[in-house]
């Protein structure tokens, strides 16, 4: 007899259409999900005790969640009318600026020089995240994201919880037909070689529109972490390995208060031990780059560390001072870690997370390999600098968005990690992004062009793409659409002379548009094919000129996913 899981691989190996019927079909006590998501691989993930912890995690949480998006509309509301975000003062911060360690980190959480990421939906890529590269190195530990490099369909997140499920036992496969002459290919892992796995759950702003509690969609982190947990917990704990995780887009300590209770929530429906599922959580917004230490204290008893997520924190620091025509930053591609706001964040997180015990983990090399042996050395040492840059600052690690990139970036971190490394600096540095050059044309036209190659891909479901070397995902084009917005908002002069104006954006969009299907001919053999791409990017260039140019900024790209497809 096939176990669960068994069952839940092979369903998805062939996923018929969903069955026909009402809207929405009830499952348990007040929760139901929209018809087209109840696929056979749904069928097998969403049995019953899975459908009773989510139930009840919804009943217990979500009205809290409610409360602290609201608190941050209120934030960003007073952002909006001139105040600044601060460091806070009363007892909460005079009990976590005190004496105290976190949880003692269990020995496979002691070495994370590299950890790489990728979508958990895309089988071969988290095949080949948990494999070695053709160097013979692997990466310390593997993240398998549910957030910014999957587009959060139906479809993606079902497959993605298969393919944890094959990660967490290392049996995951893929195959790889034959075609244009080449033979059949088959991906797998070696169960006994693999690095640490960890799941990165979607943000407290997003809900899963295809299950629903009282009515209400489900938090989609509530649904990621609870049936991650449930799937794979207990079964890591018993080979000696630890249930890992991390969590995003937080902005306050209360926050932080709300994702310990989901985890405890978690741990006590699963019966395992407090504490037993542990976390990293990325400071990657503004407002949490002024707490790092109330939300390290609220998470003492899980945490495994902080990490400087640098790239969304440029689209925090562009988003929060929006309204501030004395803060409009420069160039995305300048503002590095090199900047003294930003060298100070990064800082500040290691000396926080290290006074404490906690991991502090760097941000990522975001290169995919070129395509000649000069490029992908440009690239390489490019990778050295800066992965050398952050084992200087005293980070114990850092991510890698290809395995190519592993083996250099692991030879920039030469020690198991550095939790003894504490940097001096002032208690409370000066964290507020300042308002510099260089602001040029070609810094708009690499927004536009992302914007175009991401709205592609995420109109196909696809979370990230490899584009010009690099690999997009949706913190780079949030970094894109709020600078772009920001340039037009406040009619910023470029370093040129060209004035930001909507007429300027909408023919950076045609001229980029023109370049990517002149692109496309010279690469394509057959005619129609490249017509068939040219019109898939036209109307990427079409979805994304709308969302750069909105009059009212979104804080996000979305809030909730799509309902998966009815055949009704």
Not at 19 to 41: N, Q, S
Not at 421 to 446: C, F, H, K, N, S
Request: glycine fraction near 6%.
């Amino acid at each position: 007899m096939k176990s669960a899981r068994e069952e839940t691989v092979a369903s998805h190996a062939a996923e018929p259409a969903a069955d026909p019927g009402p809207p929405w079909r009830p499952l348990a006590d007040g929760v139901e999900i929209w018809t087209g998501a109840w696929t056979p691989t749904a069928r097998q993930l969403f049995k019953a005790p899975a459908l009773e912890l989510l139930a009840s995690l919804h009943r217990r949480l979500d009205g809290q969640r409610r409360e602290l998006l609201a608190a941050r509309a209120r934030r960003q509301s007073d952002y909006d009318l001139g105040a600044l975000p601060a460091y806070l003062d009363g007892p909460v911060s005079d009990r976590a600026l005190g004496d105290w360690s976190i949880a003692p980190l269990p020995a496979d959480l002691l070495e994370r020089r590299v950890e790489i990421t990728g979508p958990i939906n895309d089988t071969k890529m988290v095949i080949n995240m948990l494999s070695r590269n053709a160097d013979g190195d692997r990466a310390d530990a593997a993240m398998l994201d549910f957030e910014d490099s999957m587009m959060p369909s139906w479809a993606n997140v079902t497959r993605g919880l298969v393919n944890l499920c094959g990660a967490a036992d290392g049996s995951l496969s893929f195959v790889k037909p034959a075609a244009d002459g080449q033979p059949e290919k088959i991906y797998a892992l070696d169960p006994h070689d693999m690095p640490l796995l960890m799941v990165r759950c979607r943000g407290l702003h997003l809900e899963e529109s295809n299950l629903r509690v009282d009515g209400e969609p489900l938090a989609a982190g509530i649904l990621d972490l609870a049936m991650s947990a449930s799937l794979t917990a207990a079964e890591l704990l018993d080979r000696g390995k630890t249930p890992k995780y991390y969590v995003p887009k937080c902005e306050h300590h209360l926050e932080a208060r709300w994702w310990n209770e989901l985890f405890r929530g978690i741990e006590e429906a699963l019966g395992l031990p407090w504490g037993a599922l542990r976390a990293t959580f990325l400071i990657e917004t503004l407002p949490a780059a002024m707490q790092m230490e109330e939300i390290l204290y609220e998470l003492r008893e899980r945490a495994a560390g902080l990490n400087v997520g640098r790239w969304d924190k440029i689209f925090s620091d562009i988003k929060v001072l929006k309204e501030h025509p004395d803060r409009v930053l420069a160039d995305r591609a300048t503002i590095s870690l090199t900047r003294p706001w930003m060298k100070a964040y990064a800082e500040s997180l290691i000396r926080i997370c290290h006074s404490h015990g906690a991991f502090a983990m760097g941000g990522m090399a975001a290169f995919t390999p070129g395509a000649s042996p000069e490029r992908r050395q440009e690239q390489t040492a490019k990778v050295v600098e800066d992965k050398r840059f952050e084992a200087a600052l005293g980070h114990d690690g850092c991510w890698v968005s290809h395995p190519y990139f592993i083996s250099p970036a692991l030879a920039a971190f030469e020690r198991r990690n550095q939790l003894d490394v504490i940097p001096e600096l002032p208690q409370r540095p000066d964290l507020l992004p300042q308002g510099t050059g260089p602001r040029t044309l070609a810094g708009l036209r690499t927004n536009v062009r992302v914007g175009i190659a991401y709205m592609r891909g995420w109109n196909e479901e696809i979370g990230c793409v490899a584009w010009d070397d690099l690999m997009e995902d949706l913190a780079t084009l949030e970094i894109s659409r709020a600078q772009t917005w920001q340039w037009l908002r406040h009619g910023i002069v470029l370093d040129g002379g060209e004035r930001v104006t909507r007429e300027l954006v909408a023919k950076i969009f045609d001229e980029e548009l023109a370049k990517i299907a002149a692109e496309l001919r010279a690469d394509s053999q057959h005619e129609a094919a490249a017509a068939r791409q040219i019109a898939a990017f036209a109307r990427a260039q079409a979805d994304a000129r709308d969302l750069f140019t909105e009059e009212k900024f979104r804080p996000f790209l979305a809030t909730r996913s799509a309902l998966a497809p009815s055949t009704n």
